[in-house]
């Protein structure tokens, strides 16, 4: 952790502040003090795909917080560093969740797009980079080990962007998480809790219960997905007051885009070859890159079965 942020408003502390691993983008550390236990992560502004506004998204998370959504505390939010209330919980397994808590997280999506808050920022998805062919002959020029499969799939890839590119969005845009997936969840007494809010903002309201209600209905891949934890989702979110966008390909849209230019973000990562000094370690980029490369065009694949979801 660099030296020069300053935690004393968090109490005395009573221990040297652990770092704890698995961060996808962030390094993130523990801190116990005379004022209770602090999860302090430390933000990386340069190698962000998307731009992070951390006093609106700090704005958000204490509205959220203040309404009762299940989630850590907000402390405190510096240009680098973020400050929450450590939370013990159980982490969420990439496995479909049960049905209640799946039913819970559309309730919670509901409370969430219901809250009354400014957001200065319109939504900033670029269109997706069509570099792939490009990026596919790098990959076989520097070595790494998924080069074969991405070369096999470059058309797939093209085509993958191209929808991204082009699918229409109905709407209604809202203020939201934007990230709500297994990892990004705990279970406290089996009832869900909501972490990382950084990449919050706007977004199609059909993209943000598509990836959501999927990411909880299915296991590592596609070939498990539960159609009744997807509905159980979107159950709640009616049952908590929200109304359902009509059906369509939009609903998956989000989750492939994003999934897309996280890939993609990690590909270039390893075709750099160097262990930055922040965002995740290069083992954990390989994984990344390896599993979009297989996964992406498996779930594009099965875009009219993810459809059929929709009823």
Not at 221 to 249: H, K, M, N, Q, W
């Amino acid at each position: 952790m660099t030296a020069h942020h300053d935690l004393s408003h968090l109490g005395t502390p009573i221990g040297p502040m652990v770092r704890v691993h698995g961060g996808f983008a962030n390094r993130m550390y523990r801190l116990d003090t005379d004022q209770g236990s602090f999860a302090v992560k430390e933000m990386n502004p340069v190698d962000r795909r998307s731009p992070y506004h951390v006093d609106d998204v700090f704005r958000f998370e204490r509205a959220a917080f203040a309404a009762g959504v299940p989630m850590p505390e907000p402390i405190s939010a510096g240009h680098h560093t973020l400050v929450h209330r450590w939370v013990e919980g159980e982490k969420i397994p990439e496995a479909p969740v049960s049905a209640a808590y799946a039913f819970e997280i559309g309730e919670i999506l509901a409370r969430v797009h219901a809250l009354d808050v400014r957001w200065p920022h319109a939504s900033t998805d670029d269109p997706p980079a069509q570099d792939w062919p490009e990026l596919a002959d790098r990959a076989a020029s520097t070595g790494q080990p998924w080069a074969g499969e991405l070369a096999s799939h470059v058309e797939t890839f093209v085509a993958i962007a191209r929808f991204v590119d082009t699918c229409e969005r109905p709407g209604p845009v809202v203020l939201t998480h934007r990230d709500i997936q297994p990892w990004n969840l705990l279970a406290r007494a089996g009832r869900p809790v909501v972490l990382d809010w950084e990449l919050s903002g706007m977004l199609d309201l059909s993209g943000e219960l598509g990836s959501t209600a999927l990411s909880l209905a299915k296991g590592p891949g596609f070939d498990t997905i539960e159609p009744t934890i997807f509905r159980s989702v979107l159950d709640g979110y009616v049952a908590a007051g929200g109304t359902l966008p009509p059906p369509g390909p939009s609903w998956f849209v989000f989750m492939i885009g994003g999934w897309l230019s996280f890939t993609r973000w990690n590909i270039l990562r390893c075709l750099a070859g160097t262990e930055a000094g922040t965002g995740p370690e290069l083992a954990l980029s390989h994984e990344s890159a390896r599993d979009g490369v297989r996964g992406l065009p498996d779930m594009f694949r099965r875009l009219p079965q993810l459809e059929a979801l929709l009823g």
